[in-house]
């Protein structure tokens, strides 16, 4: 796991401010997905990303979310105008081409909105 | 896109064999079957993945019948630090990989 950075680790905003969160995957590995876990559920696809690509991004609401994951740099999932309902543990997971099928998990990057 | 179905919880006791089955009635014939462990305020880890018959690795063991629709993990004698949200994942990496989506989970209570 500790392979997959994400930032921030907790995060606390204010209702209709902006939240970034970022995951580096782990060396090598171009594809990135996103998860949402809200307290005592299971954890809910969102976004499939590939390096300047956007595989498949229907698990995220149409409004107020995006997700880029560019030539350079981390990727990004993107939160405007947060809600209360947008608590929840963000966790990004990688892959590399040809690899076994293991997803390697950040810590998730938790975000609280007041 | 193959759903999966698990129990939602399940209690043992140090020592004993765990069995976790996960259902996936429409798993395509590309996909593979994959476990993973959670604990509280962390990422989930991967245990197992299998394409058909029997996985063994140091951890656990994966089993999966001939027709693919469900497999089972079998945790051997489970210890109070296996308490965990364990989680079945049917799906295909590929460089045309769909969504991977995770079912509900079984959160597994190791008693003393």
């Known amino acids: 796991n500790a392979g997959v950075m994400q930032n921030p680790r907790h995060l606390v905003r204010r209702r209709g401010q902006e939240a970034r969160l970022r995951c580096s995957p782990m060396?090598?590995?171009?594809?990135v997905y996103w998860y949402r876990q809200l307290p005592e559920e299971g954890l809910k696809f969102m976004v499939y990303l590939q390096k300047e690509n956007i595989i498949d991004e229907s698990g995220m609401p149409k409004e107020r979310f995006s997700a880029e994951f560019p030539k350079e740099g981390p990727s990004i999932l993107r939160i405007q105008q947060v809600v209360r309902g947008d608590s929840a543990a963000y966790f990004c997971?990688?892959?590399?081409?040809?690899?076994?099928?293991?997803?390697?998990f950040g810590e998730g990057s938790r975000l609280t909105v007041l | 896109l193959a759903k999966t179905t698990q129990p939602i919880s399940m209690d043992s006791y140090e020592g004993q064999e765990v069995n976790i089955t996960c259902s996936h009635n429409n798993i395509a014939t590309n996909d593979y079957i994959t476990w993973y462990q959670q604990f509280p305020s962390q990422g989930p880890r991967f245990i197992i993945q299998g394409y058909k018959t029997k996985v063994t690795n140091e951890v656990a063991s994966l089993f999966i019948p001939a027709d693919r629709k469900s497999s089972t993990l079998s945790l051997p004698r489970v210890s109070l630090s296996d308490t965990a949200v364990y989680y079945c994942l049917v799906g295909v990496f590929s460089g045309s990989a769909r969504q991977l989506t995770f079912g509900s989970g079984t959160q597994l209570t190791v008693l003393p």
């Open positions: 997971a990688s892959f590399g081409q040809g690899n076994t099928g293991e997803l390697f």
């Open positions: 060396k090598g590995h171009s594809h």
